[in-house]
């Protein structure tokens, strides 16, 4: 059975960070391109961070480049997510996402692109 478990959320101040895990279980995360989501109250879901199968390429939404770096250690069969200087616009439910992509060293932020999901962690950047 192929499972996704984020893990890492919680409530921190602003300019605070966390760092978010995707943990594979089922299957090797190996062949397989990761998508960081996130979905607030009352928005759609929105693709924060990819990153390829290799880790060669990443991809990043333009409200969180420079404060988000998104990795994998495919030996831990973990994708990570470190989010510094956080602010309250970041609030939401934060998911991964794994899927086979055609082009090897390719990643993409679209939602339909990915199969496999995980049940999310929910992050609040709060005073």
């Known amino acids: 059975q192929l499972q996704l478990v984020e893990s890492g959320g919680g409530l921190v101040q602003p300019g605070g960070s966390l760092r978010l895990s995707c943990a594979a279980s089922?299957?090797?995360?190996?062949?397989?391109?990761i998508g960081w989501f996130r979905q607030a109250p009352g928005e759609e879901r929105e693709g924060v961070s990819c990153?390829?199968?290799?880790?060669?390429?990443?991809a990043y939404l333009d409200s969180v480049k420079g404060r988000f770096t998104i990795s994998r250690d495919n030996a831990k069969n973990t994708v990570s997510l470190q989010m510094n200087s956080l602010k309250p616009e970041d609030t939401a439910v934060y998911y991964c996402?794994?899927?086979?992509?055609?082009?090897?060293?390719?990643?993409?932020?679209?939602?339909?692109?990915?199969?496999?999901w995980g049940q999310g962690t929910q992050v609040t950047v709060s005073s």
């Open positions: 996402a794994a899927d086979v992509m055609p082009v090897q060293n390719m990643c993409t932020k679209r939602a339909r692109a990915y199969t496999y």
């Open positions: 089922g299957f090797t995360l190996d062949y397989y391109a």
């Open positions: 990153i390829s199968r290799s880790g060669g390429s990443t």
